[in-house]
């Protein structure tokens, strides 16, 4: 702020106005209410046959490589 704008002047008044408007307004329980729904957002876990299907989907799709001992063992029998 230089010296000439004074903190009583309609400027500052208007910016400090403006900064006001643009921030959101929220009660206690409102507040309360946001913080609870972040919350069990966080924490939620998902069933356990519901984990395990996902995990079994990404396995079934990942290949085996080359370099994999049991891998190595199926092809010296013969297993393409």
Do not use: C, F, W
């Not at 069933?47 to 010296?76: F, Q, S, V």
């Amino acid at each position: 702020m230089s010296d000439e704008e004074d903190y009583m002047s309609d400027k500052l008044l208007a910016q400090l106005t403006q900064q006001y408007e643009t921030q959101k307004v929220e009660s206690y329980s409102m507040k309360r209410r946001r913080q609870l729904r972040e919350s069990e957002r966080k924490g939620y876990m998902k069933p356990l046959a519901e984990r395990e299907r996902e995990e079994r989907e990404i396995g079934l799709n990942k290949t085996i490589e080359k370099d994999n001992k049991g891998m190595h063992m199926l092809m010296k029998m013969g297993y393409k």
